[in-house]
C-alpha cells in the first residue's frame, strides 16, 4: 500500500518511523506524508502484527538482479500503472506500507521476512486524514521460494459516510 496526496505529497514510511518513533503506527498513530502531515491514521489493528515499513517494493531491478528477468510483474510498475489509469504521473516511487508482513529485525540488527501471523479476519482500520489517491497491490513476488510467502486475499472497504 502507498498513497499519494494533494500537492504531489507521497507516504514517507521513515517520516512515519521517526515522528511515531516505532517500526509501524499503534492504534492512534498515523502514516505521514513527506510533507510531514499525517494520511492516514490506524484506528484498529484486530491482527497480531506486526506490518512492516522497512521493505521496498519490488522492482524491475531487483527481479533482473535475481535472474527473473526485467518483464516481472512488481509492485514499482503495479503502482505506477494505477496512477497512470488516474492520469498520475509522479518520478519517483514511495515505500511500501506492508500490512500483514512480519518484518523481523534481530539482535545483530539484520532484516527478515518472517513466517506470516495474521489469520483469515484480522483486519485493520485506518482513518483517510486528507485527499489522496491510496494504491494496493497485492506483491506478484513469486521468485523467493521460501515459507514467508502466502499470499492470500484481501477485502478491502472503504467507508465514505462523514463524520459529524
Known sequence: MRC??????????????????????????????????????LIEDTSAGPHGLLVPPCDPTMYRLRGAGCAHASCHDNF?????????????????????????????????????????????TFRIDRDLVLVISACPNDVFKRPPLQPTDLEITIDTAEAG
Open 80 to 124: 505506477h500503472r494505477a496512477l497512470a489509469r488516474k492520469g498520475i504521473r509522479l518520478g519517483r516511487t514511495p515505500s511500501s506500507i506492508c500490512l500483514f508482513q512480519n518484518i523481523i529485525v534481530d539482535e545483530a540488527g539484520a532484516v527478515a521476512i518472517g513466517v506470516n501471523t495474521s489469520k483469515a479476519g484480522d483486519r485493520l
Open 4 to 41: 499519494c496526496g494533494a500537492g504531489g505529497a507521497v507516504s514517507r514510511t521513515r517520516t512515519t518511523r521517526a515522528r511515531n518513533m516505532r517500526l509501524f503506527p499503534k492504534i492512534g498513530q498515523s502514516i505521514c506524508a513527506d510533507d510531514e502531515e499525517a494520511m492516514l491514521t
